[in-house]
């Protein structure tokens, strides 16, 4: 018993420099953690990091991960303890805390075919629950829960380019809903992020036009600039996005 005390001791006075020159130096402790944070999942060989909208490049050293089937480009929110600042090439080292996977799409053409499978029923959407950030549009919305066929949600461009580029220096895009005419009364958070690495953004881009078919104004549009990109999130616990039903 005594060996094995006297062995413990010795790890531990191996270890105790390393592990406070780790803490002390960056300035980060176990109870640091972020609030929920947009991020997208960049798969390197057999192992993947996060590109943060926020933090930059986060290598998770979590070692009970293997639940996880990371997909390259798949969007994300994540609640991290963030470690060690520039590590191995990385941003930051963090322990994920909290990982949920979020429906990712990409930008669709708004046509006379594709008009009645995109829909435009109202959408029930409160003030600064869309943003544009890591060059994603990112949207929180309240769901009327179908009881059988998952609800269409997409972000749609016009036709040609000339209604897309309107010469207004803004980019106008639209969003669609199809709830076909399934609905429940029950209401859930859902969370959609939509990729326009599509989109010609340029230097002379001022921002995005988005038309909404709002439940509660009615048909809108809301201007968002791409200069000062907003990454705020809906104050909104992982946990309550778990009944979402969308395509």
């Given at each position: 018993?005594?060996?094995?005390?006297?062995?413990?001791?010795?790890?531990?006075?191996?270890?105790?420099?390393?592990?406070?020159?780790?803490?002390?130096?960056?300035?980060?402790?176990?109870?640091?953690?972020?609030?929920?944070?947009?991020?997208?999942?960049?798969?390197?060989?057999?192992?993947?990091?996060?590109?943060?909208?926020?933090?930059?490049?986060?290598?998770?050293?979590?070692?009970?991960?293997?639940?996880?089937?990371?997909?390259?480009?798949?969007?994300?929110?994540?609640?991290?303890?963030?470690?060690?600042?520039?590590?191995?090439?990385?941003?930051?080292?963090?322990?994920?805390?909290?990982?949920?996977?979020?429906?990712?799409?990409?930008?669709?053409?708004?046509?006379?075919?594709?008009?009645?499978?995109?829909?435009?029923?109202?959408?029930?959407?409160?003030?600064?629950?869309?943003?544009?950030?890591?060059?994603?549009?990112?949207?929180?919305?309240?769901?009327?829960?179908?009881?059988?066929?998952?609800?269409?949600?997409?972000?749609?461009r016009p036709q040609e380019d000339n209604d897309l580029y309107a010469g207004d220096g803004y980019i106008h895009l639209e969003l669609r809903y199809n709830d076909y005419d399934d609905l429940t009364g029950r209401f859930a958070y859902a969370a959609v992020s939509y990729n326009l690495n599509s989109l010609k953004i340029t230097h002379d881009v001022k921002g995005i036009k988005l038309?909404?078919?709002?439940?509660?104004?009615?048909?809108?549009?809301?201007?968002?600039?791409?200069?000062?990109?907003?990454?705020?999130?809906?104050?909104?616990?992982?946990?309550?996005?778990?009944?979402?039903?969308?395509?």
């Open positions: 018993m005594r060996t094995l005390h006297w062995l413990f001791m010795a790890i531990c006075l191996t270890l105790m420099p390393s592990l406070q020159s780790c803490g002390d130096s960056e300035g980060y402790s176990v109870g640091d953690f972020t609030p929920p944070l947009w991020a997208t999942v960049r798969v390197t060989g057999n192992a993947f990091y996060l590109n943060c909208d926020t933090w930059g490049t986060l290598w998770p050293v979590n070692t009970d991960l293997g639940w996880y089937e990371a997909a390259d480009g798949q969007r994300v929110l994540t609640v991290f303890n963030p470690l060690w600042d520039n590590y191995q090439g990385y941003d930051h080292a963090v322990k994920l805390l909290k990982l949920r996977n979020v429906l990712t799409k990409g930008v669709e053409t708004l046509t006379p075919e594709t008009e009645k499978e995109l829909g435009n029923d109202p959408i029930l959407i409160y003030k600064g629950d869309i943003s544009v950030s890591g060059g994603y549009m990112n949207i929180f919305f309240l769901q009327n829960l179908p009881s059988a066929k998952r609800h269409r949600i997409s972000l749609v038309k909404i078919n709002s439940k509660k104004n009615g048909k809108v549009e809301v201007a968002f600039d791409l200069k000062s990109p907003n990454s705020n999130i809906k104050k909104v616990n992982l946990s309550d996005l778990s009944d979402i039903q969308l395509q």
